[in-house]
């Protein structure tokens, strides 16, 4: 995270600390919801373990700043950059539609 201004820093480390990446991993485990990879056991694919989760996480909200985007998504984690907020969700299911 060497790029990143200290509220820049400061932003994704409070996003780290106040996530409830527990519950996120409940749900997963619940859902039986694995993701494509190399696991800590080596199995795959896998249920993310909360480390895993934290880890693929905190990349998402760093590489928001380092590469200028928006929005970066993949397996239910979102991470987002708008009107100086910075977010995380876990996104069980969403849609649009373009409607112009």
């Known amino acids: 995270m060497d790029n990143l201004t200290a ?4 932003a994704v480390d ?3 600390d106040q996530f409830d990446f527990s519950a996120v991993h409940r749900a997963m485990t619940l859902l039986n919801w694995t993701w494509a990879y190399e ?3 080596g199995a795959s694919p896998a249920v993310p373990s909360e480390h895993s989760l934290r880890r693929s996480a905190r990349k998402r ?3 928001l700043f380092e590469r ?3 929005r ?3 397996g239910g984690l979102v991470a987002t950059k708008e009107n100086g907020y910075l977010s995380l969700e876990f996104v069980l299911s969403d849609w649009s539609v373009e409607y112009e």
């Not at 509220?7 to 400061?10: E, F, K, L, V």
């Open 7 to 10: 509220n820049q820093r400061d």
């Open 14 to 16: 409070e996003i780290m």
């Open 61 to 63: 909200l760093v590489a």
């Open 68 to 70: 200028g985007l928006h």
């Open 72 to 74: 970066t998504a993949s």
């Open 39 to 41: 696991s800590e056991d």
